[in-house]
């Protein structure tokens, strides 16, 4: 366990729950990852070995450094998309901190837009940015995908109305096993069924 990673969370933890608290304008809010979920967050990305990792809501970095924890172990790497830059900023530098930069793509910008122009594949993506945007993501998302590959989202209790069209997209997803995890503010797990290959996924009989 690297002691000075689980610090350095829980320093972050803490400061974006401090701004949190504090803040009226929704922008400026941290909203991070409640511990329990960046932990199962980083358990599945290790058991999963994930190496090719896409994140939709970059904000100060806390997930960021979950997932950019593991791929260091894997000899990965993540594109992470935000669309503050004061808070892809602040990613950077938490992430500088962490020695764990070199390991994330950091992009800038409507999260739509980029993911469009990614080439992939994913084995590993993580919904936590705008909500009511991100079925058109999965969309795009799909023929992007490795065939073995994990699908999640926060939020997925706690925003009900608004992440009812990204629940409905990922359930439908063909080849796909989905549910709801009920940790923290609600996990949405979506896994490709054993038996796809990349043929399978291309639509190859």
């Given amino acids: 366990m690297n002691r000075q990673l689980i610090d350095l969370l829980a320093a972050m933890e803490r400061q974006g729950r401090e701004n949190d608290d504090q803040q009226a ?36 970095g806390y997930s960021t450094i979950c997932l950019a924890w593991v791929v ?13 830059q004061d808070k892809q900023s ?7 901190r962490a020695g ?32 009511t945007t991100a079925p058109e993501q999965v969309r795009r998302l799909v023929p992007k995908l490795a065939p073995a590959v994990l699908i999640l989202a926060d939020n997925a209790l ?11 997209e990922v359930a439908g997803l063909a080849g796909f096993e989905h549910m709801v995890v009920p940790v923290g503010k609600g996990l949405s797990l979506a896994c490709r ?11 190859v009989e």
């Avoid at 511990?35 to 100060?60: H, Q, Y």
Wanted: aromatic share 6%.
């Fill in 25 to 60: 304008d929704h922008a400026r809010k941290m909203l991070n990852l409640e511990p329990e979920t960046a932990l199962l967050l980083r358990i599945l990305a290790r058991t999963a070995k994930a190496t090719r990792v896409l994140e939709i809501g970059t904000s100060n």
């Fill in 100 to 131: 764990l930069l070199e390991y994330v793509d950091l992009r800038l910008g409507e999260a739509t837009a980029i993911v469009g122009e990614l080439a992939g594949p994913f084995d590993f993506v993580f919904f936590d940015g705008d909500r």
């Fill in 193 to 203: 069924s054993a038996g796809y290959t990349a043929e399978t996924v291309a639509g």
């Fill in 72 to 84: 260091a172990e894997t000899g990965g790497k993540i594109v992470s998309i935000e669309r503050n």
């Fill in 158 to 168: 706690s925003h009900p109305a608004e992440i009812a069209g990204y629940l409905s």
């Fill in 90 to 96: 602040m990613a950077r530098a938490n992430l500088v």
